[in-house]
């Protein structure tokens, strides 16, 4: 056990831990800072994906371990671990372990989308609101997923395999650790092999994935899991369109109705998001009618709920939002210069619980009912011949490699550094072997 935060939060960045539910935001800088409250995000809302669910049931001690450190760390009185109700069979259990553990307890929430949106875990949890443009640490919270805190309870050892789902179009759906480093199509190939004809996948989850077609692209520590559809699927078509398909419709389709922006679950929470006025910005091709509509994008969490769901018209909010804060980046306006920052404390809308979206409800609309599989456990080892270590699965400044082709590695052995005064952490051979290519973008191991 690490005698001081300062200690912790080095095993964190020596190990390469980095936040597992999908962001890879390094969890050392997390470790830095102080909070009442240490969250655990169990909610795993994004259907399909079971990973979280997988480890608490099989791993449950390590992942309280995990939350014991960091809470010892930044000084939390009270860990929480948030987790949907319906996992009937998994609560019990973490009842029965949080006993044991001083100040753990377990909040069971609804079976809605997004529960896992760290914002509104945050305020179901402690019935705090992070401040518009802020982050949980402001309200005195640190949240974490389940996979960083499970990685953190064997810090430093280095994070050298990820859990994973595969799920959609696959002969047998499963949930299993990997090697970092192994492609899609290898553990595409573990699960039987894929059952549509011509396939694409989304990886990272059916709301906030991004629609991929090479299966040969790696996996890296904070991967989730991947959906697997046929590339005619109307969810891959929606995903896939292009800004100028999507303004082009938008601008003639989008009525103003606002169901965009009443189903929003940052504007509920009482943030001024309000997708409905961004999407006004298709109307113009710049000015100031543009920069204003663009502002109200600005705390957009691109959770796709407006363009996957609310939209009676099947068009793009989500994606304006995105296109409004790339634009307002641009010109270097972010939410705090931006001229929605009026200091006004946010309120919760007084129907928010009215309007939480049923993932049910939510898989039906995705036109994914025939793919909404379990996805069982597998502790089967998979020992690939080849994998490649990307130097960038972070966020921050990527990895240089340290390794030269040709060099004998270890499993565990560092492959690629950060400088230790930038955000970052290292890469990890996650077998052992010859180093094969090496370049910026990636360092390859031959077993
Ligand atoms: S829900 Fe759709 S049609 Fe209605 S305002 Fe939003 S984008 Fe426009
Ligand atoms: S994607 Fe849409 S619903 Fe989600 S936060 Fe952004 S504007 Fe709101």
Known sequence: M???????????????????GGAGFPSYVKAQGKAEFALVNAAECEPLLKKDQKI?????????????????????????????????????????????????SILKMGDYYPAGDEQCLVYEATGRIVPPGGIPLEVGCVVANVE??????????????????VNGGVKKPATFRVPVGVTWRECV????????????YIDGGPMM??????????????????????????????????????????????????????????????HNVQPHRVMRTMLFSGGPE???????????????????????????????????????????????????????????????????????????RLGLDDYNKDAPWSDAVYKPSKVRILMSQHIGVPCSPTVKEGQKVEKGAVVGEVPSDKL???AHASISGTVGKVNQKYVEIIA
């Open 424 to 426: 970052g952490c290292p």
């Open 290 to 364: 543009h920069k204003l509509h663009s502002q109200y994008g600005l705390l957009c969490c691109e959770c796709s709920l407006c363009s996957l769901y609310s939209c009676p018209e099947g068009l793009h909010p989500r994606e304006a939002c995105v296109a409004a804060k790339s634009d307002l980046r641009e010109q270097k306006i972010g939410f705090k210069n931006s001229g929605l920052n009026t200091g006004r404390k946010p309120e919760v809308h007084p129907v928010r619980d009215f309007r939480k979206v049923p993932v049910s409800k939510l898989v039906r």
């Open 148 to 165: 960083t805190l499970y990685n953190a309870s064997f810090a430093p050892r280095p994070v050298t395999e990820t859990f994973i789902t």
């Open 189 to 200: 190939e573990l699960c039987g092999g894929s059952t549509v004809k011509d396939p694409a």
């Open 56 to 104: 608490l049931e099989y791993f449950p001690a390590k992942v309280f371990d995990g939350l014991e450190l960091l809470m010892s760390a930044v000084g939390a009185v009270r860990g929480i671990v948030g987790i949907k109700k319906k996992h009937e069979k998994i609560i019990p259990r973490l009842e029965e372990l949080a006993k044991g553990r001083k100040n753990i």
């Open 2 to 20: 690490p005698e001081t935060s300062a200690e912790f939060s080095r095993n964190l960045r020596a190990a390469g831990v980095v936040g597992a």
């Open 209 to 270: 994935g991004k629609v991929q077609t090479d299966f040969d692209l790696p996996v890296v520590k904070a991967s989730a899991g991947i959906i697997v559809l046929p590339k005619d699927h109307p969810l891959i078509l929606k995903k896939a369109q292009s800004r100028p398909v999507f303004t082009r419709v938008g601008r003639s389709a989008c009525d103003q109705c606002s169901f965009c922006t009443e189903f929003c679950p940052r504007y509920l929470l009482g």
